[in-house]
């Protein structure tokens, strides 16, 4: 067994701190990231995307919300929807893992006043809201279906992990645990039958039995997680599937319904059977998120195809037009798999958390760090509407990356997630260390036998070299690394190995270990069941899924204006771009968009002149203001019956 924090959670610097599994987490005190891709943003996160967000919750109310609750006025001022409360403990959380990451005496600062005005609207007996429960408002717990109460203790909770886990104490560790116990109080065992329409609470309350060592709320958390699916919230026209109350979690064989509460409990339930020893829950978690990667994740690591619920479709159901793929959705998608990886071993679902990472999470935030996207459509068929810069917008309706929303859960979820982004490079075992993500870092990694200190150097995903240097450490021990799915042909000392776990034994002070990664274009087709994209093809270098802008077109061609020569192979083009051969396209005007091959409006197109069609990062897609985009290509003469 091994333990990750003392009872009061110090130490740990980390927000996954299992106490059982195959790997042990490294917190963001052992690992600083110092440069390169991830750097940056982490930068940007504090100088930008966190000072963004709390001047824009405190210019659309939602931190006066908890002043007026304090002095009872809140039911003629509230502002924000019934889970703004949440986006500011999120925003908290973001604060706490900077201070623990950068010790910001100004964010430090920030974070007890903030947790003052919340704790001075709590109520004696724990509760605390600032929709429910106060002079003027429906009664606490009268809307578990869509009220979000026990939702948003889940975030305040998860602020408070980040602070005792980061060393700290103070206002908003004290208010988390009186809510704690409010909710072992009123829930438990012989307590209210009920659960939260927005799973997130389970996730909370099983981490932080870790890491104040009590089992009471581990407990909670499986009680929360065992009572869904027993059809306690009402039927909606979205199924109760939408909040996870169709079937027994233990029961299902996918995740399904609303995304972003399907993965929370997801994760809420690997925490739950890792600690519990509970090999058939964990069997039944791995089995759900497997069968998803499977059929019914796009390309991007995004998931979600329906708007309406913000929800998973069918198997292969993944139209890239009407891709949702809500950044929050990414994010619970990561930390399902980081949990899986460390409770199983294997590195694999590093694959994952690498595309995620890159396509969907680092794709939100501008290049500015003051706007961002709330889903991420791998296809726009009309030029994206640009933004104001001082209005909030409803979540998904902005074509462009937006300054804010009316619902803006996934600016603060980018801000944490940066924030202690460093916790998912490595793991450490008793044999040794596993490298999991490739990014310049310095590493300082506890085992048995000593410290071992390790450098990386590299400009991935710009440059594919990785070059891991030994700067300390007690004898000789074994080093990891995941080499991607997608890198055939990568080599470690010169010497080539495939894609998977390497080993490299008796690793010793002052070897340095080069890791070269494959980032030639390559070519991406899709299974032949996703109907939506049969014909068609993708270009992917080294983890970024590239896309083709109409900006980059000649003028007056938009992208329904090519189509890729038969066979094409993509060429690189600078470090992280490339162009594909293809043929300008002229489409028929007609009154009827169907008819025989080569017959009508039926016909595709009459062939032009022969074109290079310049592709960049996906991650970067808007940045350069209003234009259409497409991540799928169509290919001249493809057989779309067989792809």
């Known amino acids: 067994m091994h333990q990750q924090s003392d009872s009061l959670g110090r130490a740990a610097f980390m927000p996954v701190a299992p106490s059982e599994g195959a790997l042990r987490p490294l917190g963001i005190d052992s690992v600083r990231i110092t440069g390169g891709f991830w750097g940056h943003r982490q930068q940007l996160n504090r100088e930008a995307i966190i000072p963004h967000a709390l001047k824009w919750e405190t210019k659309v109310g939602w931190i006066d919300n908890f002043v007026h609750a304090a002095v009872g006025d809140v039911a003629g001022h509230r502002q924000g929807r019934e889970f703004s409360d949440s986006d500011v403990y999120k925003l908290i959380e973001s604060m706490a893992w900077e201070v623990g990451r950068t010790d910001d005496p100004e964010l430090d600062a920030e974070i007890e006043r903030l947790g003052t005005l919340i704790e001075a609207c709590q109520c004696d007996d724990g509760y605390l809201s600032t929709r ?28 408070a992990i980040a602070r005792m886990r980061t060393g700290y104490q103070g206002t908003i560790v004290r208010v988390a645990l009186r809510v704690a116990e409010h909710l072992l109080a009123t829930f438990g065992e012989d307590g ?69 509460r399907a993965l929370y409990l997801c994760a809420a339930a690997v925490d739950i059977a890792v600690e519990q020893g509970d090999a058939g829950l964990l069997r039944v978690a791995q089995k759900q998120y497997d069968a998803i990667l499977a059929r019914r994740t796009y390309i991007t690591g995004g998931m979600g195809s329906h708007h309406q619920d913000e929800a998973f479709g069918d198997d292969f159901e993944m139209p890239p037009d ?54 991420n459509t791998l296809h726009r068929r009309t030029p994206a509407a640009q933004s104001t810069v001082d209005e909030a917008l409803p979540r998904a309706s902005s074509s462009l990356r937006a300054p804010w929303f009316e619902v803006s859960c996934c600016p603060t979820n980018v801000a944490r997630t940066f ?65 991607p799915g997608w890198a055939q042909g990568a080599m470690v000392d010169g010497h080539a190995v495939s894609p998977g776990t390497h080993r490299i034994e008796g690793v010793t002070v002052g070897r340095t270990i080069s890791l070269q990664l494959p980032l030639e274009p390559r070519r991406t087709l899709p299974d032949s069941r996703i109907d939506a994209v049969r014909g068609t093809v993708a270009v992917e270098r080294g983890p970024l899924v590239l896309c083709s802008e109409s900006v980059d077109l000649p003028d007056g061609i938009g992208i329904d204006g090519y189509e890729i020569e038969p066979g094409a192979q993509p060429r690189a083009d600078g470090d992280t771009g490339a162009v594909i051969a293809a043929r300008l396209i002229t489409h028929e005007n007609a009154a009827w968009p169907y008819g025989a091959a080569g017959a009508g409006a039926g016909a595709g197109a009459g062939r032009g002149d022969a074109i290079d069609v310049p592709l960049a990062p996906y991650y970067a897609w808007g940045n350069r203001g209003p234009t259409t985009m497409r991540v799928w290509l169509p290919e001249l003469g493809a057989d779309v019956t067989t792809r």
């Open 419 to 483: 924030a202690s982004l460093a916790g998912l490079l490595a793991t450490s075992s008793d044999e040794g260390v596993q490298l999991v993500q490739y990014a310049s870092a310095e590493l300082a990694v506890d085992l048995a036998s000593g410290c071992v200190r390790l450098s990386v150097e590299t400009n991935y995903p710009d440059d594919g070299r990785v070059l891991i240097s030994v700067a300390e450490a007690p004898g000789a021990f074994v080093l990891d690394l995941r080499i």
């Open 132 to 159: 429910f429960g106060n002079p003027g408002q429906e009664p606490r717990y009268s809307d578990f279906a869509w009220g979000h109460e026990l939702y948003c203790y889940g975030h305040l909770i998860q602020a």
């Open 192 to 260: 209210r039958d009920d659960i939260c329409g927005h799973p997130e609470i389970e996730v909370a309350l099983a981490e932080l039995s870790r890491v104040t060592g009590d089992p009471r709320y581990l407990e909670q958390a499986r009680i929360f997680l065992d009572r869904r699916g027993n059809g306690i919230l009402p039927d909606i026209e979205f199924g109760r599937a939408y909040y996870q109350d169709d079937e027994p979690f233990r029961d299902s064989t996918i995740l399904r319904g609303h995304c972003v």
């Open 322 to 375: 009407r891709s949702y793929c809500e950044t929050c959705a990414g994010i619970g998608s990561i930390m399902v798999a980081w949990r899986l990886l460390l409770a199983t071993g294997e590195l694999g679902y590093g694959d994952i958390i690498e595309r995620t990472l890159y396509n969907i999470v680092a794709t939100s935030p501008s290049a500015q760090g003051n706007a961002f996207f709330y889903a």
